[in-house]
């Protein structure tokens, strides 16, 4: 087969096996988090609740955690099967990007780990409370590193080609490039928003089906507190975002808003809220247009100029525009979604003025939460699809084309066989997650679980929330 086919095999599997794995760290770094909350608030309340809430869910974490570490492996290798020209090129900072991630993120994570899930009875509770700070350190460092590597493959600084190959010129140039900040932060929030949509979800299920009320309403009042701060800033991360997009990643922006033509000097670009691009004749086969207004969301100002796809050549143009453009809609569509179920939540909870009773009657909020698990999943993946299709036809954009890193020692049946071997490994994986997460699910919480050291007393239920 031609280099084309191996190219298209092998974008294939690493955009597979990166759409698989990513559904795993996003929930280990807003669990992490949101256990070192509650484990918080035991040790300061001393109220026996919250440490059964860090027990329950934590098993949870611990699950979602070793699914993420065995879908994780394929990645790595491929940089060095698929990917072999890129990895020699970009090794001097991309490399070692990857290599402070194992080094100081993963190995932090994994070796508290173990201390936070099974050290409840063998350690002193500051020592516990100090493992899931780690945990929680380490999960995020993780995100760090690995959205710092994908910054720099967006938007690369602090480096120079010689003879073929990438020399770092400066360090803390390259690492703090200009989409670090928007894309370190929006991918934190991203994965903060998922675990307490998720937890918040969860506890909904429960409350819906009058399953231990009196706990898992604390589950959820905290996750809709959490919540009802990173939503709205989400937002905000999301159109800040957008404006270094423009002003970076111009192709991208175009892309991503079906913006064909440069808008002239003193007049705003139109946003099209729905439209159907078409690369082959470089325009909108229809649109539904607000004048002016793609200028203020892409700029920031008026008649901001935005650089339409028509300017750009067609082998700089991103490939798949529907694809492109309605993963970007979905995206955004789903943070404001959140917003909107967070405060409206809010609202109702406060009317209910603590009556748990009365929150239980809303049965049909109770169920959009559990009907919206999967959303944020969902919006991560199209982010992802915007962030990396997007960036195409380049992997390290402005300086080496994806056709250029591709391995092309590798032949594309080779390629075919090992899609359908991780294929399979991930069928494996997912089924046996679920398995597990349904036997967790149905066993609910412990509450005969008592701290460390103390008597076994008998918990009144609460009569609120």
């Known amino acids: 087969m031609s280099l084309p086919d191996v190219l298209d095999l092998s974008r294939l599997q690493f955009a597979f096996t990166a759409i ?17 909350v509650v484990e918080i608030l035991w040790v300061r309340t001393g109220d026996i609740a919250w440490y059964r809430h860090a027990r329950f869910w934590g098993k949870l974490l611990l699950l979602n955690f070793a699914v993420g570490v065995v879908s994780g492996i394929p990645m790595e290798f491929e940089f060095g099967t698929n990917w072999a020209p890129f990895s020699e090129f970009s090794g001097q900072f991309f490399g070692n990007i990857l ?3 194992g080094a100081m993120a993963f190995m932090l994570e994994a070796g508290f780990i173990g201390i936070m899930m099974f050290g409840w009875e063998r350690v002193p509770k500051g020592v516990h409370l100090f493992a899931t700070a780690m945990v929680a350190l380490g999960s995020s460092l993780s995100a760090f590193w690995i959205m710092v590597a994908n910054s720099w493959m967006q938007t690369p600084a602090g480096v120079t080609v010689v003879d073929g190959k990438l020399v770092v010129t400066d360090y803390l140039k390259a690492i703090f490039n200009p989409d670090m900040v928007w894309g370190v932060t929006h991918m934190w929030f991203a994965a903060l928003e ?10 909904a299920y429960y409350l819906f089906r009058r399953r231990n009320p009196e706990f898992f309403v604390r589950s959820f009042r905290l996750a809709l507190v959490m919540l009802a701060f990173v939503a709205p800033v989400q937002i905000w991360l999301g159109d800040s975002s957008g404006v270094d997009v423009f002003a970076t990643q111009p192709a991208k922006g175009a892309a991503i808003e079906g913006h064909w033509q440069t808008n002239a000097p003193g007049t705003g ?14 325009r909108n086969d229809w649109s539904l247009e607000v004048p002016g207004l793609l200028s203020v969301l892409g700029t920031h100002s008026l008649h901001g100029r935005v650089t339409g796809l028509a300017d750009i050549p067609r ?23 959140f917003m909107v179920l967070a405060f409206w939540t809010a609202w109702v909870m406060r009317r209910a003025r603590g009556r748990l009773d009365a929150l239980l009657a809303r049965r049909r909020l109770l169920l959009a939460w559990v009907l919206s698990i999967p959303l944020p999943y969902a919006a991560v993946e199209c982010g992802w699809i915007v962030r990396e299709v997007g960036r195409q036809p380049w992997v390290v954009y402005g300086l080496m084309r994806t056709s250029q890193g591709v391995s092309t020692a590798v032949a594309a049946p080779e390629v075919g066989a090992s899609i359908a071997m991780f294929l399979s490994l991930y069928l494996v994986l ?9 036997k967790w699910l149905r066993a609910g919480p412990d509450l005969t679980l008592q701290p460390p050291g103390t008597a076994r007393l008998a918990t009144a239920p609460a009569s609120g929330y």
């Open 194 to 203: 998922t675990g307490l949509v998720v937890v918040a979800g969860i506890s």
């Open 20 to 36: 698989f794995h990513i559904l795993w760290p996003i929930l280990t770094i807003s669990l992490s988090a949101y256990l070192l």
């Open 99 to 101: 290599g402070f991630e």
């Open 315 to 337: 082998a700089d143009q991103p490939p798949m525009l529907p694809l492109l453009y309605y993963a970007f809609r979905v995206m955004a569509g789903i943070g404001f979604l």
């Open 269 to 282: 670009a139109s946003w099209s809220l729905l439209a159907w691009p078409n690369q082959a004749q470089q």
């Open 430 to 438: 997912i089924a046996t997650f679920f398995w597990f997460a349904r």
